[in-house]
């Protein structure tokens, strides 16, 4: 899609995502490890799990089950965090956080949970590429076909009809859907080009050895979109398939491991920030909201001036001093000082000191019966200053002293390199 004014946009080519299965997820993990089985927080360590707080699942292992756990029994889940989980023994329970106490760990490598289609799980992790979270905002970027038919979408996560959202890529349908239903889905992300621009932001809070989420002061599109450090040591993100230092969801940060006790930790986004809200970032090498000053040297093609003028500055190699300047389509070309003044009756007055230019075209200044046209100074210095009746002047050369048909209705005096009339 393209907005006038701006090229058209294909987008990303990896946008457009087809879903995982929802309808049966089974993740298998090794039972026995101590490192997995937390007795101490009655945890299950699943790295960059799928699983929703709610959540039906059944439980199996072909080895000896966890303490306290019974292999072929369902069990409801609650995310403790981004990879671990606790059970409880009804939907109540894990809405409540009632968790079952862990007694030991099993025996074997080959433990699993499997959520699935059921007739009771309505709620349901959206990913891709086999485990990638689907970053959505709105239900609409996802299309969901349930026996065939197009279920639709709502911004909520209580939704009358179809599906709607919730954060951290749940999708959530109004009827839970049967183990014979077949799903299809996909996801629409990433490709409009956005035309907001904002400053770059830094969040920054204090560890404490117990936190690990912490909330940022805006949304991040994924992980690759922050720069984490912890007192100056960059953390790596975790991703679909390695679990690293963090992982995000909505605009929560969420640490694998609590952040020890009064370490600094920075989150710098990286996103694009525009000249509308940012200084310059070089200007005559200053930043900042900068302005010229009398040490600035411009150079520039041209300058045209129209009506009347009041300025004081550098141009080109010389100097432009312009008191006021009266006139109708006048042009100076290369003067270096001047100065000009309207004087009474409608009679224009030019007082010039120190020229040094090749051409003044004051065709458009008048007075009373008065034209000064192609009127060339070089060199020389000229003050002209007195009421002319019907004086023309035409092609008049000054260089130091005064050359040329002259018509004069006054008195001429010459004195060095001055010429009054």
């Given at each position: 899609?393209?907005y006038?004014?701006?090229?058209?946009?294909?987008?990303?080519?990896?946008?457009?995502?087809?879903?995982?299965?929802?309808?049966?997820?089974?993740?298998?993990?090794?039972?026995?490890?101590?490192?997995?089985?937390?007795?101490?927080?009655?945890t299950?360590t699943?790295?960059?799990?799928?699983?929703?707080?709610?959540?039906?699942?059944?439980?199996?292992?072909?080895?000896?089950?966890?303490?306290?756990?019974?292999?072929?029994?369902?069990?409801?889940?609650?995310?403790?965090?981004?990879?671990?989980?606790?059970?409880?023994?009804?939907?109540?329970?894990?809405?409540?956080?009632?968790?079952?106490?862990?007694?030991?760990?099993?025996?074997?490598?080959?433990?699993?949970?499997?959520?699935?289609?059921?007739?009771?799980n309505?709620?349901?992790?959206?990913?891709?590429?086999?485990?990638?979270?689907?970053?959505?905002?709105?239900?609409?970027?996802?299309?969901?076909?349930?026996?065939?038919?197009?279920?639709?979408?709502?911004?909520?996560?209580?939704?009358?009809?179809?599906?709607?959202?919730?954060?951290?890529?749940?999708?959530?349908?109004?009827?839970?859907?049967?183990?014979?239903?077949?799903?299809?889905?996909?996801?629409v992300?990433?490709?409009?080009?956005?035309?907001?621009?904002?400053?770059?932001?830094?969040?920054?809070?204090?560890?404490?050895?117990?936190?690990?989420?912490?909330?940022?002061?805006?949304?991040?599109a994924?992980?690759?979109?922050?720069?984490?450090?912890?007192?100056?040591?960059?953390?790596?993100?975790?991703?679909?398939?390695?679990?690293?230092?963090?992982?995000?969801?909505?605009?929560?940060?969420?640490?694998?491991?609590?952040?020890?006790n009064?370490?600094?930790?920075?989150?710098?986004?990286?996103?694009?920030?525009?000249?509308?809200?940012?200084?310059?970032t070089?200007?005559?090498?200053?930043?900042?909201?900068?302005?010229?000053?009398?040490?600035?040297?411009?150079?520039?093609?041209?300058?045209?001036?129209?009506?009347?003028?009041?300025?004081?500055?550098?141009?080109?190699?010389?100097?432009?001093?312009?008191?006021?300047?009266?006139?109708?389509?006048?042009?100076?070309?290369?003067?270096?000082?001047?100065?000009?003044?309207?004087?009474?009756?409608?009679?224009?007055?030019?007082?010039?000191?120190?020229?040094?230019?090749?051409?003044?075209?004051?065709?458009?200044?008048?007075?009373?019966?008065?034209?000064?046209?192609?009127?060339?100074?070089?060199?020389?210095?000229?003050?002209?200053?007195?009421?002319?009746?019907?004086?023309?002047?035409?092609?008049?050369?000054?260089?130091?002293?005064?050359?040329?048909?002259?018509?004069?209705?006054?008195?001429?005096?010459?004195?060095?390199?001055?010429?009054?009339?």
């Open positions: 899609m393209s006038l004014g701006n090229q058209p946009a294909t987008g990303e080519n990896n946008s457009f995502k087809i879903l995982d299965d929802i309808t049966s997820y089974t993740l298998t993990f090794d039972g026995s490890d101590s490192s997995i089985i937390s007795l101490a927080n009655d299950i699943l790295n960059n799990h799928r699983f929703v707080t709610g959540q039906r699942v059944t439980y199996s292992t072909t080895g000896t089950a966890i303490g306290n756990l019974i292999s072929g029994s369902v069990y409801y889940i609650i995310k403790y965090d981004q990879n671990s989980i606790q059970l409880a023994l009804s939907y109540v329970n894990a809405l409540s956080g009632t968790y079952i106490q862990i007694t030991g760990p099993g025996v074997g490598t080959n433990h699993t949970f499997n959520v699935a289609f059921d007739g009771i309505t709620r349901f992790k959206a990913t891709y590429d086999n485990g990638t979270k689907a970053q959505m905002t709105r239900a609409a970027q996802l299309q969901i076909s349930i026996n065939g038919v197009i279920q639709q979408p709502n911004d909520t996560s209580t939704p009358a009809n179809g599906f709607g959202i919730d954060v951290d890529s749940v999708i959530i349908f109004s009827t839970a859907p049967l183990v014979t239903d077949v799903f299809w889905g996909n996801l992300a990433n490709n409009f080009p956005t035309f907001d621009i904002a400053d770059n932001t830094v969040d920054s809070f204090t560890g404490d050895n117990v936190t690990t989420d912490f909330t940022l002061s805006k949304t991040p994924n992980n690759q979109n922050i720069l984490v450090t912890i007192d100056g040591v960059v953390q790596y993100p975790s991703d679909a398939t390695t679990v690293r230092a963090y992982t995000l969801y909505e605009n929560v940060l969420s640490f694998v491991s609590a952040p020890g009064g370490t600094a930790i920075q989150v710098r986004h990286i996103g694009f920030a525009g000249a509308t809200s940012s200084n310059v070089g200007f005559y090498g200053r930043v900042g909201n900068v302005s010229l000053n009398s040490a600035d040297n411009i150079n520039v093609a041209s300058i045209n001036l129209t009506g009347a003028a009041v300025s004081m500055g550098n141009v080109g190699a010389g100097i432009v001093t312009a008191s006021k300047f009266v006139g109708d389509g006048s042009l100076l070309t290369g003067v270096v000082s001047s100065k000009w003044r309207n004087n009474t009756a409608g009679i224009t007055t030019q007082s010039s000191v120190g020229v040094n230019t090749t051409s003044v075209d004051v065709s458009g200044l008048t007075g009373v019966g008065n034209s000064f046209n192609g009127l060339y100074v070089s060199n020389g210095m000229v003050i002209m200053d007195n009421t002319l009746n019907g004086n023309h002047y035409i092609g008049t050369n000054f260089n130091g002293l005064m050359a040329g048909p002259v018509n004069i209705a006054g008195v001429l005096t010459i004195d060095g390199n001055y010429v009054v009339v």
